[in-house]
């Protein structure tokens, strides 16, 4: 009970509670977003027979945007993401290999 009270009582605790439903909201517009991406990407690909690099650049690091968020939601890390981090870098697109 005392800690039920001393968390109702703490602005950490009410702070945190607003940036989680930001990135709540954010992070549902990012996995849509990234929705669209696959299927462009799979669109691309079908057609082109490789992968778009811009593309991949951009749903690379939106990705680990989300996994970061992610992160911070589920209490595993207390850094918050972009915009109070540096927005993360792209991996390094693989080398396509000839099917």
């Not at 951009?58 to 680990?64: A, H, I, M, Q, Y």
């Not at 918050?80 to 792209?90: I, M």
């Amino acid at each position: 009970m005392q800690a039920l009270l001393k968390n109702l009582t703490s602005e950490y605790f009410w702070i945190r509670l607003f940036f989680m439903l930001v990135y709540l909201i954010l992070v549902e517009v990012a996995v849509s977003v990234l929705t669209l991406f696959i299927l462009l990407q799979f669109i691309y690909r079908l057609f082109v027979g490789q992968s778009q690099a811009d593309l991949f650049r951009v749903s690379s690091s939106l990705s680990k945007f989300v996994l970061a968020a992610y992160r911070f939601l589920t209490y595993q890390s207390e850094t918050k993401p972009f915009p109070f981090s540096d927005w993360p870098a792209a991996d390094a697109m693989p080398e396509e290999e000839d099917e």
